[in-house]
C-alpha cells in the first residue's frame, strides 16, 4: 500500500481523528475490497479519505442491470473490467485520467455537505470554482467533473464519487449506454456534452497534485491534521475476501432474469426498469433496476411483488401496502404505482 505522506504533525488539532490512504493499486476489484475493508473498519469520531484509481472499467450501482447500462462484451474485449459497488446511482467509466475519492465515517459524523466543501475548497486551489448540482454531481460553469453516491448500513457510511481530470471522453459514449430519456431530463443532447476534464480549466493539474489539494482541504475544512492510515490496522486477508467477492461472476452480473415483460420510465429521482418472471399467471420472480440512491427501498419494491398474480391492480395493491410501512418513500411509490397503472396488464 502506497501512501502519501505530506503530513508533517502527529497532533490532531481537531476533534476528529482524521485518516488518509492513498493506493497505486489500479484493479477495481481490489480497490472497492480496500473501500469495504475501510468502511466497516472506520472509529467512532473518525473520517477517514480514501484515494483510488481504476483502470480502463465500468463500474455500475448495485441495482443496475449490466446489460443494459454498459457495452459489457465490448468493454471486456478492450480488456476492461466491469464492476458493482455497494452504492446506488448510475454508471460511470473510470480510467487513469480519473481520481476516485471516498469519505468513510459513522453515521453521526456523516455529512456530506462537509464532505463536498473538500472537494470544492481542493478544486480551488487551481483556480477552478465548483459548486454542487443536484442530487449527486459537482459542477464547474455548468458541466459535470464529479459524480457522487451514498452508502449506509449498520451505523457505518461512505460518501464516493469520482474527479475527470484527463479522462478519455470518447470512451464514456463508446462503453456506458446512457438512454436517451435521461439525457433529455438533463436537457443535454451526449454524455460528452455534460462533463468537463479540470484540465481543460486548469492545465498544470496533475493526479499527484490533486491528491495533495485534497489532504489539505481535507484537514482545513475538518480542522485537524490529516495522518496516514496505519499499516498496523489494515488486515491483508479480510480485504482480499472482499476482494473475492468483487469480482465474483455472482455480484458482478447478477441475475439476468429470463422476463416475460418489462416495463420503465425516468423519474426526478431516477430511472426505473421493472422486469418480471411469470409462471401460470404468478410473479415468480422480480427484479427492479434502478440509479435510485435509496438502494434498500428498490430492493423492497422488487420483493414486495413477489408471488403476485400477474395483474396491474394486484401489483398496485401490493405497493400501497408497502407504502405503509415505508411512508418517506410515498413519492417514489406513487409514480412506480402510475407507471403500473399505465401498463393496465
Known sequence: M????????????????????????????????MEEFLL??????????????????????????????????ELEQDGGFLARRMSGGGAVFHDLGNLNFTFLVREEDYDVGRQL???????????????????????????????????????????????LLDVEMSNLSKY???????????????????VINLRE????????SLKKALIEAFGEVYGGVPQPFPDERLNPQEVERYEEKYSSWEWRMGRKLP?????????????LT??????????????????????????AVS????????SSSEIKTRLLDLARTKPVEKSMLDDIISLIEQNNF
Open 201 to 208: 480549466l486548469a492545465p498544470e493539474i496533475t493526479v499527484e
Open 40 to 73: 466497516w473498519n472506520v472509529c467512532c469520531e473518525e473520517c477517514i479519505l480514501y484515494l483510488w484509481q481504476n483502470r480502463h472499467t465500468v463500474v455500475i450501482g448495485v441495482n443496475q442491470n449490466p446489460w443494459k447500462e454498459c457495452h459489457v462484451k
Open 117 to 163: 466543501d473538500v472537494i470544492i475548497r481542493a478544486v480551488r486551489k487551481f483556480g477552478i470554482f465548483a459548486e454542487r448540482s443536484g442530487r449527486n454531481d459537482v459542477l464547474t460553469d455548468g458541466r459535470k467533473f464529479s459524480g457522487n453516491a451514498f452508502f449506509n448500513s449498520r451505523g457505518h457510511c461512505y460518501h464516493h464519487g469520482t474527479l
Open 2 to 33: 502506497n501512501t502519501v505522506q505530506e503530513s508533517a504533525s502527529n497532533q490532531q488539532t481537531g476533534s476528529k481523528r482524521l485518516s488518509f490512504i492513498t493506493t497505486g493499486q489500479t484493479n477495481p476489484y481490489k480497490n472497492l475490497a
Open 303 to 310: 420483493d414486495a411483488v413477489k408471488g403476485s398474480v400477474f
Open 274 to 299: 421493472f422486469q418480471f418472471c411469470v409462471e401460470s399467471g404468478i410473479i415468480r420472480d422480480a427484479i427492479a433496476y434502478s440509479d435510485s440512491m435509496d438502494t434498500n427501498f428498490i430492493y
Open 259 to 271: 422476463f416475460t415483460t418489462e416495463y420503465g420510465n425516468r423519474f426526478a429521482w431516477g430511472d
Open 176 to 194: 456506458l449506454n446512457v438512454s436517451h430519456d435521461k439525457l433529455q431530463s438533463k436537457g443535454v443532447s451526449s454524455v460528452r456534452s455534460r
